[in-house]
């Protein structure tokens, strides 16, 4: 089992920035991809970015040159998100996948860009 803690999310103008926090607790060892996917209202989940174990990175298009996966360690992960838009309003979920294949969801963390 895999527990989560995700902080971070709140409400911003458009430009500015907002940093997601996630820490996985529980059986962390086999842990391959750890990463955030969103969903906004009457859309499909999406990938945001995500960090395999070995360091290698994927984003999707529209957060590229302006959102930054990172690992503070083993079982924490942190998104830097600037230059915020307002497309980018959504419910942000922390993802896990272990090397097994199984795949794990946070609670999500609301992120609202809005004048």
């Known amino acids: 089992q895999v527990q989560f803690v995700e902080s971070g999310g709140g409400l911003v103008q458009p430009g500015g920035s907002l940093n997601l926090t996630c820490t996985v607790f529980g059986s962390v060892f086999d842990i391959d991809v750890m990463g955030w996917y969103r969903q906004a209202p009457e859309k499909q989940r999406e990938l945001v970015a995500s960090?395999?174990?070995?360091?290698?990175t994927d984003y999707a298009d529209s957060v590229k040159g302006r959102f930054t996966i990172s690992k503070h360690n083993v079982n924490t992960v942190l998104l830097q998100m600037n230059n915020l838009k307002p497309e980018d309003t959504a419910v942000y979920y922390c993802?896990?996948?272990?090397?097994?294949?199984?795949?794990?969801w946070g609670q999500g963390t609301q992120v609202t860009v809005s004048s």
């Open positions: 960090m395999h174990t070995e360091g290698t």
């Open positions: 993802h896990v996948k272990r090397y097994s294949g199984f795949n794990y």
